[in-house]
């Protein structure tokens, strides 16, 4: 317990926890002032999304009605059955947008995209931009809020907690967040052997291998910490500062690859998981390298390497099961290969046993 504690305040002494919770609080903060200031564009945004929609509908209809002044035409007449209750529909759903009637709103748009199908199906022919499938997903997710008795959120601009929760994980649950993280603590670390304190350590009565874990330790406690405040800071920010939300905030539909919906009080869970598993892995990596390379720049440049190498591995649709960098886009890996819950975690932990291990005998075979 007393190398624990002289562990931390060295860590204290160069100020990286106080460094590092301070830049999460800045960032939280700041992306919640962000989306506290863009509430009016989800309305614009819709407004002009479906004022486009409008627009086409109503343009084939004065079109049809000018040349039906000039000849009769049969189909064109038929059509105008279609198109004329689509344009009333799609006035409501305007009126009901304006008007912040979310529950009007959702049920509007649903009847909106049945008319197109309708039209689309009987003439074989696009009446909007939005394309079958998408208007199927909108409608089923639309039913889906219904029966929860939820209104729709906009995903990146949302104040409802729990949605702004994944917010949070998708922006700072990833690559950039976790190198931040290891660049912070790591120091600890590299400075030991590039200011020779480490034959200071080595010369106490402890094992090398006793030395080396409760350095594992001691990064353990700031990166939990770090999560516990991440996590914090995304729930109490928008239930104490943000608007009144009704509902069951944490049953929010999330949508997975499957197509499948995921309450968002499932996806916070699985974020806790996966973040906890993640720092972990990604800790012991850097300890791992540190006590290897014994450099700080060529630590950090191959850190950064690896979890980039990550990154572009999984943004070109190839997740590995059995790889740990896989887990370090939390967000990615919840709602596109949902499969790997929780067995993914199995991965994590062993890597992270391995890596321990290796640096544990490295360290006590080797040399100052």
């Known amino acids: 317990m007393k190398l624990l504690l002289f562990e931390w305040k060295k860590m204290f002494r160069l100020k990286v926890p106080i460094i590092l919770f301070l830049l999460t609080l800045i960032c939280v903060s700041g992306l919640f002032i962000r989306n506290t200031m863009?509430?009016?564009?989800?309305?614009?945004?819709?407004?002009?999304?479906?004022?486009?929609?409008?627009s086409q509908v109503t343009g084939k209809v004065m079109y049809y009605n000018e040349l039906l002044k000039k000849v009769g035409n049969s189909q064109m007449e038929e059509e105008l059955t279609y198109l004329l209750p689509l344009v009333q529909e799609l006035e409501k759903l305007l009126e009901h947008v304006q008007q912040d009637r979310w529950k009007e709103e959702v049920e509007t748009e649903i009847k909106v995209y049945e008319l197109a199908d309708h039209y689309e199906a009987k003439y074989t022919q696009s009446i909007m931009q939005i394309g079958k499938k998408d208007r199927q997903k909108e409608s089923k997710l639309n039913n889906e809020l219904?029966?929860?008795g939820l209104p729709k959120e906009d995903l990146d601009l949302s104040l409802q907690p729990a949605v702004f929760m994944k917010n949070v994980v998708s922006f700072f649950l990833a690559a950039p967040g976790f190198i931040v993280l290891l660049l912070l603590v790591g120091i600890v670390i590299t400075k030991e052997f590039e200011d020779s304190t480490i034959k200071m350590v080595y010369a106490l009565p402890i094992s090398r291998a006793t030395y080396t874990l409760?350095?594992?330790?001691?990064?353990?406690?700031?990166g939990f910490v770090w999560l516990t405040l991440l996590f914090l800071l995304a729930y109490f920010l928008p239930t104490v500062f943000g608007p009144a939300t009704e509902g069951d905030i944490f049953n929010y539909p999330l949508y997975?690859?499957?197509?499948a919906f995921m309450s968002t009080g499932t996806y916070v869970m699985q974020a806790i998981v996966y973040s906890i598993g993640y720092v972990t892995f990604a800790l012991a990596l850097f300890l791992f390298l540190a006590f290897l390379i014994r450099?700080?720049?060529?630590?950090?440049?191959?850190?950064?390497?690896?979890?980039?190498?990550?990154?572009?591995?999984?943004?070109?649709?190839v997740d590995?099961?059995?790889?740990?960098?896989?887990?370090?886009q939390v967000d990615h890996v919840i709602l596109n290969v949902s499969a790997y819950y929780p067995t993914g975690l199995v991965v994590l932990i062993a890597s992270t046993v391995i890596l321990l291990f290796v640096t544990v005998e490295m360290n006590r075979k080797r040399g100052i």
């Open 38 to 54: 863009q509430q009016e564009l989800i309305k614009e945004k819709k407004i002009e999304t479906f004022s486009k929609y409008k």
């Open 256 to 259: 997975t690859k499957e197509e």
């Open 320 to 328: 590995i099961f059995v790889s740990p960098f896989t887990y370090q």
């Open 295 to 317: 450099n700080t720049i060529v630590t950090y440049v191959l850190v950064f390497f690896l979890l980039l190498g990550g990154v572009i591995v999984s943004k070109n649709g």
């Open 214 to 222: 409760v350095k594992f330790a001691s990064l353990l406690v700031v």
């Open 146 to 148: 219904l029966e929860r």
